[in-house]
């Protein structure tokens, strides 16, 4: 089976504009969380979806909004970028979400997008 | 709001030594996962605790979970060189689907 896939890998950006991100987890796996990491610190997180309902939503600017699909595929839309939205995007999925507390929640992160804002 | 934090934040080790990272979390855990990233790649699950107490092994590596679930620690015994990366320590709070990574600890190893 496929990992989680995301695309595009890199993207290069200027300050203003907007960009898309694109995640699709595991067959199966139907919760979807998105994290920013910025070089030499631990991943933050975005938002987490479960069953395309937002679940939990973590400590950033309205410019980030996220939805996921009928497929489970997920988008990450961040608007009027910052130079300091610079860093490394990594999409993860699992089976469940993260307050089951059982075998499932186990994230499995997909290689990121790493976003450079000019 | 929720933090996690880890010490050291680097530790360097000769090859063979032993290697201890420690996470604690300003709230109560549901449960604690582990990471393990390596340089330019993606964090890697290593294992899940649920239960006040609980200590489980995978080979070299002994995990454990604090009895107030608010700390945790990674023992690797004998490290080799395949053990480079950043170890991360990742929790929920109860009541709460925000996932909190800690704050990392890179580990590199002298041959």
């Known amino acids: 089976d496929a990992g989680v896939t995301q695309s595009p890998t890199h993207l290069i950006k200027t300050r203003g504009q907007q960009v898309t991100l694109r995640c699709s987890p595991i067959?199966?796996?139907?919760?979807v969380s998105w994290y920013q990491q910025v070089l030499g610190q631990g991943p933050q997180f975005i938002f987490q979806?479960?069953?395309?309902?937002?679940?939990g939503r973590g400590n950033f600017p309205d410019r980030f909004s996220a939805r996921q699909f009928p497929n489970y595929s997920s988008e990450l839309n961040v608007n009027a970028l910052l130079l300091g939205d610079s860093a490394l995007y990594l999409c993860?999925?699992?089976?469940?979400?993260?307050?089951?507390?059982?075998?499932?929640?186990?994230?499995?992160f997909g290689p990121g997008t790493r976003l450079t804002v000019l | 709001g929720q933090q996690v934090m880890q010490i050291p934040q680097y530790q360097h080790v000769q090859e063979g030594e032993d290697f201890t990272t420690y996470c604690n979390s300003s709230?109560?855990?549901?449960?604690i996962q582990w990471y393990k990233q390596r340089p330019g790649g993606h964090p890697v699950f290593l294992i899940q605790?649920?239960?006040?107490?609980e200590v489980k092994k995978q080979k070299r590596l002994t995990f454990q979970f604090g009895e107030a679930k608010k700390n945790s620690s990674l023992h690797i015994t004998a490290t080799q060189t395949t053990d480079v990366g950043t170890y991360f320590c990742?929790?929920?709070?109860?009541?709460?689907?925000?996932?909190?990574f800690g704050t990392g600890t890179r580990l590199t190893i002298i041959p």
């Open positions: 993860a999925s699992s089976l469940q979400g993260l307050l089951a507390g059982g075998p499932y929640n186990e994230q499995f």
């Open positions: 067959s199966g796996h139907k919760s």
């Open positions: 979806y479960y069953e395309k309902e937002e679940r």
């Open positions: 709230t109560t855990l549901s449960n």
């Open positions: 605790l649920v239960k006040s107490g």
């Open positions: 990742a929790g929920p709070s109860f009541g709460n689907e925000k996932l909190t």
